[in-house]
T-cell receptor, first 111, second 116 residues
């Protein structure tokens, strides 16, 4: 799996948009970009994934650059409950393929 | 969405005893499940891949005789920590993917193991 690079930590004011960047310059053509988050002492929670088009769901938006070497996860209106470690992962789209977690970004939403 | 249930959520055991952790996919069949370990303030580390009906595949450095994995059905995988020692204390997490066409992995809530 391709390696990803994320900032170690970020702060965001409650109610504002949180933009979490991820670099994945060695991503291959058939690898997807996944985002998960982990709230303290819980299992990771799936957020969103995409291949090359921008994606949006009820939790977040995923913006992938045209060259696919980087992406940004956007939480449009951050709440205190969004405080978590956010992991950007690239992986093949197969059920048997595991996910390799990097260090992630610790997002702290500030009141 | 699909749910993966892990049990127990917390367990305390004495050194030398064995502990079994269960991972169940509640509303889908999972041919493959994954077991991770997480130390405080660290990321998840893949321990092994559990395959239904066959032997698990362990990552380098993970002792297969220490961490026994059984995947007897399409909805259940178990991880048994044998002859537990204090250094085995950790947060253990399982995950499962629905099948090859559905790409999200769903994670259990994790098991906090404390060996005293």
């Amino acid at each position: 799996d391709a390696k990803t690079t994320q900032p170690t930590s970020m702060d965001c004011a409650e109610g504002r948009a949180a933009n979490l960047p991820c670099n994945h310059s060695t991503i291959s053509g058939n690898e997807y970009v996944y985002w998960y988050r982990q709230i303290h002492s819980q299992g990771p929670q799936y957020i969103i994934h995409g291949l090359k088009n921008n994606e949006t769901n009820e939790m977040a938006s995923l913006i992938i650059t045209e060259d696919r070497k980087s992406s940004t996860l956007i939480l449009p209106h951050a709440t205190l409950r969004d405080t978590a470690v956010y992991y950007c992962i690239v992986s093949l789209q197969t059920g048997a393929n595991n996910l390799f977690f990097g260090t992630g970004t610790r997002l702290t939403v500030i009141p | 969405g699909a749910v993966v249930s892990q049990h127990p959520s917390r367990v305390i055991c004495k050194s030398g005893t064995s502990v079994k952790i269960e991972c169940r996919s509640l509303d889908f069949q999972a041919t493959t499940m994954f077991w991770y370990r997480q130390f405080p303030k660290k990321s998840l580390m893949l321990m092994a891949t559990s395959n239904e009906g066959s032997k698990a595949t362990y990552e380098q450095g993970v002792e297969k005789d220490k961490f026994l994995i059984n995947h007897a059905s399409l909805t259940l995988s178990t991880l048994t920590v044998t002859s537990a020692h204090p250094e085995d204390s950790s947060f253990y997490i399982c995950s499962a993917r629905r099948n090859r066409q559905f790409t999200e992995a769903f994670f259990g809530q994790g098991t906090r193991l404390t060996v005293v």
